[in-house]
């Protein structure tokens, strides 16, 4: 039987949309991370809602890659009537276990299909590191201790797991070709757009959104991969390429 937490409904953009939370209570030296998730849900990440509202169409197959709690994969569940096909991918155990709790809670288990796979250009056995071991924190690292903007720190939980390409997810384990491909993984996502080169050119491959924290080049190595798959990056004017900023980049085919 499923643990019992308490069950919050969010309402965002006209879509209810239930969260599973282990307690209410913000008051603890801990951040409570999935209050705040519940609390920010319409207004964190505006453009990937409006990305949904604006790419998603039923019949679509889409990968959620740093899925976390399942926020975006539920709103695009509900939004879209069931009519499309996520793969979420989460690597985080907490993270992982509330993803799973959310979607058998939304009644979403033949529409959302969760695995627990970092994502990288290479498929191998590798250490995962939590930041933070709170559910719903992030800011955790593949590898390495390090997170996004190349800041070393100290986990506080470390585990193993098992990281792929999007290559090989498509191509040596049979998964379907995406439509959409969304990723929010703070710190590797210049080795997950080089694990995709061959991806890149799969015409069934529309549209791409990937969160980017910004310093050094990064921005420059992200679009020069997805270049060599023809996509374009269609929010260029309304993006901030100052060093520190967090933006979300969104390529699509032409």
């Not at 288990?109 to 627990?116: G, N, Q």
């Not at 080049?217 to 374009?232: E, K, M, N, S």
Request: glycine share 8%; net charge negative; hydrophobic share 40%.
């Amino acid at each position: 039987m499923m643990k019992k937490g308490i069950t919050k409904q969010c309402t965002v953009r006209g879509v209810d949309i239930l969260l599973d939370v282990d307690s209410e209570d913000e008051s603890g030296d801990v951040r409570n991370y999935e209050m705040w998730r519940v609390g920010h849900y319409a207004d964190k990440e505006p453009d990937t809602l409006d990305w949904i509202d604006t790419y998603f169409e039923p019949g679509d197959t889409v990968f959620d890659i740093g899925a976390n709690i399942g926020q975006y994969s539920l709103y695009a569940a509900n939004k879209l009537h069931r009519e499309i096909s996520i793969l979420a991918f989460e690597p985080e155990a907490l993270n992982f276990a509330k993803l799973n709790r959310n979607i058998v809670l939304n009644g979403l288990v033949d529409v959302i299909l969760a695995y627990p796979i970092a994502i990288s250009n290479r498929t191998a056995v590798d250490s995962f590191y939590s930041k933070t071991f709170a559910v719903g924190a992030s800011l955790h690292a593949l590898g390495r201790e390090i997170t996004q903007g190349e800041v070393p720190f100290e986990p506080q939980n470390r585990q193993g797991t098992v990281s792929s390409s999007l290559d090989d997810l498509t191509t040596t384990f049979g998964l379907p070709i995406p439509n959409h491909i969304k990723v929010d993984v703070d710190g590797v996502e210049d080795l997950i757009v080089d694990g995709a080169a061959g991806l890149f050119h799969q015409e069934e491959l529309r549209t791409f959104l990937i969160e980017v924290y910004m310093h050094g080049d990064i921005a420059q190595r992200v679009r020069a991969g997805f270049a060599t798959g023809g996509f374009l990056l269609s929010n260029e004017a309304e993006t901030d390429f100052t060093p520190g900023v967090v933006q979300n980049l969104i390529f699509t085919r032409p």
